[in-house]
T-cell receptor, first 112, second 113 residues
Framework: DSGVTQTPKHLITATGQRVTLRCSPR?????VYWYQQSLDQGLQFLIQ???????AKGNILERFSAQQFPDLHSELNLSSLELGDSALYFC???????????FGPGTRLTVT | AQSVAQPEDQVNVAEGNPLTVKCTYS??????LFWYVQYPNRGLQFLLK??????LVKGSYGFEAEFNKSQTSFHLKKPSALVSDSALYFC???????????FGKGNQVVVIP
């Protein structure tokens, strides 16, 4: 158990819908990262936050957004969902940016 | 730009034989390098990292990695592979500036009983 929690574990929704994925980092970790993993694209970095502020953006679509709250938990919002958005979404955290990251168990999103 | 390359898609090894998973990197400045392992339907687990010091880094589950500056490599090794080592292995490098990690595409390791 890494100490990073993610909810929900599984999510099935229809195209065009909007969902929110939630992540709680390890106690004491200030940095939160979001990744998307699919068979065809592999592990893709989406976005990074540090102590509530956005630090880096990766291959994140405009339909996706995220934030980190004062209590350091983070949410990833996915809207106007398409079939191709079906993937595993991981959250990770670290004490400082650039430290080793600890990954949550992931949320498996299925868009039908 | 900082990046890592994992040249092999899959590594097959017999149980009990040495296991090597290759990684080469491209960075400006001193590299911070990491290895992670992912078991099916699980998140990535941190194995080990190289920051500075001894070129041979020891990590979890009997794994170690050798940093080679002249060859810009950071290969993961295990002297004697177990069937339970079958998993997806990722190499990563810290990106200068925002300090996030850039991951390689991953290597599937299959340990044959």
């Amino acid at each position: 158990d890494s100490g990073v929690t993610q909810t929900p574990k599984h999510l099935i929704t229809a195209t065009g819908q909007r969902v929110t994925l939630r992540c709680s980092p390890r106690s004491g970790d200030l940095s939160v990262y979001w990744y998307q993993q699919s068979l065809d694209q592999g592990l893709q970095f989406l976005i990074q936050y540090y102590n509530g502020e956005e630090r880096a953006k990766g291959n994140i679509l405009e339909r996706f957004s995220a934030q980190q709250f004062p209590d350091l938990h983070s949410e990833l919002n996915l809207s106007s969902l398409e079939l191709g958005d079906s993937a595993l979404y991981f959250c990770a955290s670290s004490v400082d940016p650039g430290d080793e990251q600890y990954f949550g168990p992931g949320t498996r999103l299925t868009v039908t | 730009a900082q990046s890592v390359a994992q040249p092999e898609d899959q590594v097959n090894v017999a149980e009990g034989n040495p296991l090597t998973v290759k990684c080469t990197y491209s960075v400006s400045g001193n590299p911070y390098l990491f290895w992670y392992v992912q078991y099916p339907n699980r998140g990535l687990q941190f194995l080990l990292k190289y920051i500075t010091g001894d070129n041979l880094v020891k990590g979890s589950y009997g794994f170690e990695a050798e940093f080679n500056k002249s060859q810009t490599s950071f290969h993961l090794k295990k002297p004697s592979a177990l069937v339970s080592d079958s998993a997806l292995y990722f190499c990563a490098v810290r990106v200068k500036g925002n300090n996030r990690l850039a991951f390689g595409k991953g290597n599937q390791v299959v340990v044959i009983p």
